[in-house]
């Protein structure tokens, strides 16, 4: 299974940003997907899910109203687009699979399929 992350980059506090994440080597519309992402010092962090029918999302608090998660499976991608992005949103970014096609607290904490590289995220205040 390949995971491959796109979009990162460096924007100004408001601004937007939208990453993808391309799923190979498995069926993609089968699984769960999500989001975390990880700044310098700290743990990796949840960001979002969604479901493999991308009906079910999750957001964690900090990002809940600013970030939507969404999925194509006709192009084994998962997006995040990020609006009112904020300095404290700097970090890396990470792409990941569930072990099943919905996503649970457990996957939350980190205990996914498969992480795919990060993309480098800077917000600039």
């Known amino acids: 299974v390949q995971l491959q992350a796109f979009g990162g980059g460096l924007v100004q506090a408001g601004g937007s940003l939208r990453l993808s994440c391309v799923v190979s080597g498995r069926t993609f519309d089968n699984y769960g997907m999500g989001w975390f992402r990880q700044a310098p010092g700290t743990e990796r962090k949840f960001v979002a899910s969604?479901?493999?029918?991308?009906?079910?999302?999750y957001y964690s608090d900090s990002v809940k109203g600013r970030f939507t998660i969404t999925r194509d499976n006709s192009k084994s991608t998962v997006y995040l687009q990020m609006n009112s992005l904020k300095a404290e949103d700097t970090a890396v970014y990470y792409c990941?699979?569930?072990?099943?096609?919905?996503?649970?607290?457990?996957?939350?904490?980190?205990?996914?399929?498969?992480w795919g590289p990060g993309t480098q995220v800077t917000v600039s205040s």
């Open positions: 969604i479901d493999w029918r991308g009906v079910t999302k």
């Open positions: 990941a699979t569930a072990g099943r096609p919905w996503t649970t607290t457990e996957f939350a904490r980190g205990i996914v399929g498969f």
